[in-house]
């Protein structure tokens, strides 16, 4: 796809034939998406930390994800990958605000740098670590023993972002969300970073979007649903995200 943005005639030229208003919903929508490549390619969410803690997310995702948690407020947020422990960090912060909740972090390699930082901090007595594969049946049963009877259930899938390892995380976790809760799959971007020059072409099919999109498929109790806006004086749809196709809700 071809596309100029002229400001003086305040259009955006698609394929040197369609001219769309640049100050219009679809010239947003045009401009947001590929404001996500660039911004993804340059590591622009490589930018931030939440509590001193370093937190690879866009901040649009989190805004989104912090009013999910407000109204929902679930007693346990799974959270699979650790990172540098940022995610966990928000997630905690989160369950302190709403004075309900405890977080649970499961990675395969928890560096020690890492596990300090999250070990060291204010919030550290609301999370609890679990070191080994997200899939692994061992790891499975622990986080399943950790979650008590009645527990209001919300799950964040962000480890390994290759297809097969979403679809076992999906089988492994989603009987744990409980209704009207979600299973996060997140970073589906990658899916359209394909010609990115940090893309790979293999990811056009082997991304968490997919994975989760074929989850939906075969599975009746979840559905795509991507949370309404709690509140817009906007006529724009359609998040700022890396995580399209990623909230699997539990309808049943």
């Known amino acids: 796809m071809k596309i100029e943005i002229d400001t003086n005639k305040q259009e955006i030229i698609v394929d040197d034939e369609r001219r769309i208003p640049l100050y219009s919903d679809e010239g947003f929508a045009i401009a947001r998406d590929l404001w996500v490549k ?6 622009y969410n490589y930018t931030f930390t939440w509590f001193g803690a370093p937190i690879i997310q866009l901040p649009d995702d989190m805004i989104r994800f912090q009013e999910v948690v407000f109204d929902l407020k679930p007693d346990v947020i799974i959270e699979t990958g650790v990172a540098h422990g940022g995610s966990l960090i928000f997630s905690a912060s989160l369950c302190k605000l709403i004075d309900k909740g405890r977080v649970i972090g499961v990675d395969i390699e928890i560096r020690p740098k890492n596990r300090a930082r999250i070990e060291q901090h204010p919030l550290s007595g609301m999370i609890t670590l679990l070191e ?12 399943k023993d950790m979650v008590r009877p009645g527990d209001k259930v919300l799950v964040v899938l962000d ?14 976790y989603s009987p744990l969300v409980t209704p009207g ?3 996060i799959a ?5 899916r359209d970073l394909v ?10 099919s082997d991304n968490p ?3 989760a999109e074929d989850f939906a498929r075969s599975n009746s109790n979840f559905v795509i649903e991507e949370p309404a806006w709690k509140f817009s004086e906007s006529t724009v749809h359609g998040n700022v995200t890396h995580w399209p196709s990623a909230w699997l809700k539990r309808v049943s």
């Open 209 to 211: 979007a997919n994975a």
């Open 38 to 43: 660039v911004g993804w390619n340059q590591k």
């Open 132 to 143: 080994g594969s997200s899939t692994a049946p061992e790891i499975v049963d622990k986080v």
């Open 186 to 190: 997140t970073d589906g971007v990658m």
């Open 181 to 183: 809760s979600y299973i």
């Open 195 to 204: 010609e990115t020059p940090r893309g790979h072409a293999h990811w056009a």
């Open 159 to 172: 480890s390994d972002h290759s297809y097969a390892h979403v679809a076992a995380e999906l089988a492994a």
